[in-house]
């Protein structure tokens, strides 16, 4: 059967130059926090912060940070057309903060046993773009 609906444009969220560089530049823990705070709606921040919780082997702080950046992502998404569905390109340098969360939340949801959040947020990477897949893999 084909699909007569066309298909979703990608959702490309707007470039936040300041906290982008401030994150670029951050070279400890704590100067991811200080980004993250002075920035909250930064999803690459709170992504950042994931990462290190998920690598020093703390799956509940990262789980916290991770939830923090996919629900921020998600607003940022919505206030930038996407209607809960369609491409979100890991092509798109300020997509990647939001991809990245998402990507750390269903690392961490594993890690604390929380296996159908890990697999419905690993289908919701390849949903938004399998390339994010690949990369975060």
């Known amino acids: 059967m084909q699909n ?7 959702t490309l969220l707007p470039v936040d130059q300041v906290a ?14 200080a980004v993250a705070a002075a920035h909250p709606a930064f999803s690459a921040a709170w992504a950042r912060l994931a990462e290190l919780a998920l690598a ?6 990262a789980y916290a940070y991770a939830r923090t950046g996919y629900h921020r992502g998600l607003d940022q998404l919505r206030r ?4 809960g569905a369609g491409p ?26 929380e296996q159908d959040e890990a ?3 690993a289908q919701f990477l390849n949903d938004s ?6 990369a975060l893999a």
């Open 88 to 113: 979100v390109p890991w092509s798109h340098g300020p997509n990647q903060g939001f991809l990245r969360a998402l990507h750390a939340l269903g690392q961490a949801a594993a890690g604390i046993g």
């Open 56 to 61: 020093a082997g703390e799956p509940v702080t």
């Open 80 to 83: 930038n057309g996407w209607r």
């Open 119 to 121: 697999e419905r947020c």
């Open 4 to 10: 007569l609906l066309p298909e979703a444009a990608p």
């Open 129 to 134: 773009d399998p390339a994010a897949t690949q």
């Open 20 to 33: 982008t560089d401030l994150l670029d530049s951050a070279e400890s823990e704590e100067a991811v926090k």
